[in-house]
Structures are given as C-alpha cells and as structure tokens.
C-alpha cells in the first residue's frame, strides 16, 4: 500500500476531541492495520507543557492511552522528581498507532522503531496537536519525537540542556512560540545496563526540571 501521509485524514478543526476521533479513521500509513486503535495525545486542553513520544506500546494500544505502560510509569516517576505533576501536561506521540512484531502465544508483542516515512505520514496530526493545544514548554522525549519536528539530522545528544524552537506551522498563525527542550525518551532508561539506569534516570529528571523551570521564565 502506497504511504499517503495523515494530512487529508486531518480535519480543519483544532479541537481535541474531535481530532482525535478523527485519528481512529486514519489511513495516512500502513499501521493502521495491525494496530488496536490509534492512540491519541492526551491532557487538558490549555497545558502550559506538551511532552512528546515516540508511538504507544503495547499497552497503550490495548488501552488507548498514551504513556501508561512501563515507559509511563517511569515518566511519571521522572516528573513527580522533577516537581512536575503529570494532571497538567499533555502527552502525546510522534506516531499515533503502535508498529509491533508479532508475539509469540501468551507474549508481549514487541515494539519496533516507526520508520522515518511513517513518522513524517503521521506528522500532521502532532502539528494539529500543537496548534490545538499551543504549550509553553514542549519536551521532546527521544530522538523519534525530536526529529519528527527538528529534522531528520537532528542530533538529540549534540542539543540537550539547551532551549530550541519549533517550526511556523507548529503554532497557529499569531500564536505564540513553544520553547523546545529535547531529553532521552524514558524506554531508553529502562533498556539502558543497569549501571547506567540511575544516570540515565537522573538526566531525565534534571532535563525535565531544566523544562518546568521554563514555564516560570
Ligand atoms: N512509549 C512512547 O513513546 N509512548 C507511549 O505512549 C508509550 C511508550
Ligand atoms: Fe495515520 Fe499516523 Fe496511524 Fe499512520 S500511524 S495510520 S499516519 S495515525
């Protein structure tokens, strides 16, 4: 099947809800098929802060809910260290259906990285997102999320601890700028040697705070 990109699945309006019933109906990339449902971003409408992933996991498919899973969890603990409650943000994906391998009988199914055409299909539905929503802060979790709106030779670990900006079209016309912090994606610290899952750990909440701090600026 031919990619088409998500842009003609996109309806004109910026509210959520309907964004993102509209995303259950997407045809945009070829993972549609063999997910459950897509999941959409999640939060109040007027967040300060927008945390962006990579695609759901298994168990967000299965609940259509972003970030509750291991990652999740591990996100939630990162932000309640950093003093950020999770109730205000909101979070969502690069890429709205989960891209898997097949489990075997009574296992997991397998996560698999989105490929550089999906996550440019799925795109539009992260910028109507941003439009909607229009953050203060967004964090950038991973290298998936950064160079979906940073481009695709963006480097993640040559722009930690700095403060970026989005493209025009993340942001409705007259809207105000989001600055932009770019931070490990939590998956990254849980599969991390168990050596390097505190630092990892640690860097995540300290970019986090570095975000939250930026809200108050
Ligand atoms: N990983 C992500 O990037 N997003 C989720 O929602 C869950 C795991
Ligand atoms: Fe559409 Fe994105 Fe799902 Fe692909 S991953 S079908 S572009 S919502």
């Known amino acids: 099947m031919t990619i088409v990109g998500a842009a003609d699945f996109v309806p004109q309006t910026r509210e959520l809800s309907t964004l993102a019933a509209a995303a259950q109906s997407c045809r945009g990339c070829d993972l549609?098929?063999?997910?459950?449902?897509?999941?959409?971003?999640?939060?109040?409408?007027?967040?300060?802060?927008?945390?962006?992933?990579?695609?759901?996991?298994?168990?967000?498919?299965?609940?259509?809910?972003?970030?509750?899973g291991p990652a999740g969890r591990l996100l939630d603990k990162a932000l309640n260290?950093?003093?950020?409650?999770?109730?205000?943000?909101?979070?969502t994906n690069?890429?709205?259906?989960?891209?898997?391998?097949?489990?075997?009988?009574?296992?997991?199914?397998?996560?698999k990285t989105p490929s550089r055409t999906e996550?440019?299909?799925?795109?539009?539905?992260?910028?109507?997102?941003?439009?909607?929503?229009?953050?203060?802060?967004?964090?950038?979790?991973?290298?998936?999320a950064a160079k979906s709106l940073l481009g695709n030779a963006f480097r993640l670990t040559a722009h930690r601890g700095e403060?970026?900006?989005?493209?025009?079209?993340?942001?409705?016309?007259?809207?105000?700028?989001a600055k932009v912090v770019v931070t490990v994606h939590p998956s990254s610290v849980l599969r991390g040697p168990s050596q390097?899952?505190?630092?990892?750990?640690?860097?995540?909440?300290?970019?986090?705070r570095f975000a939250g701090e930026l809200l108050d600026a």
């Open 163 to 177: 403060v970026l900006s989005l493209p025009a079209e993340t942001k409705p016309a007259g809207g105000r700028d």
């Open 32 to 68: 549609f098929e063999n997910a459950s449902r897509a999941v959409f971003g999640s939060g109040p409408v007027g967040a300060r802060m927008m945390l962006v992933g990579e695609q759901p996991g298994d168990r967000e498919d299965v609940a259509g809910e972003p970030f509750i």
């Open 196 to 208: 390097a899952r505190e630092e990892s750990f640690r860097s995540l909440v300290s970019d986090l």
């Open 94 to 111: 690069a890429v709205k259906h989960f891209k898997f391998v097949p489990a075997e009988r009574g296992t997991r199914r397998i996560h």
């Open 119 to 144: 996550v440019v299909a799925c795109r539009p539905w992260l910028i109507a997102e941003m439009q909607a929503v229009e953050p203060a802060v967004v964090v950038l979790l991973g290298a998936t």
């Open 81 to 91: 260290e950093a003093g950020l409650p999770r109730a205000p943000v909101y979070l």
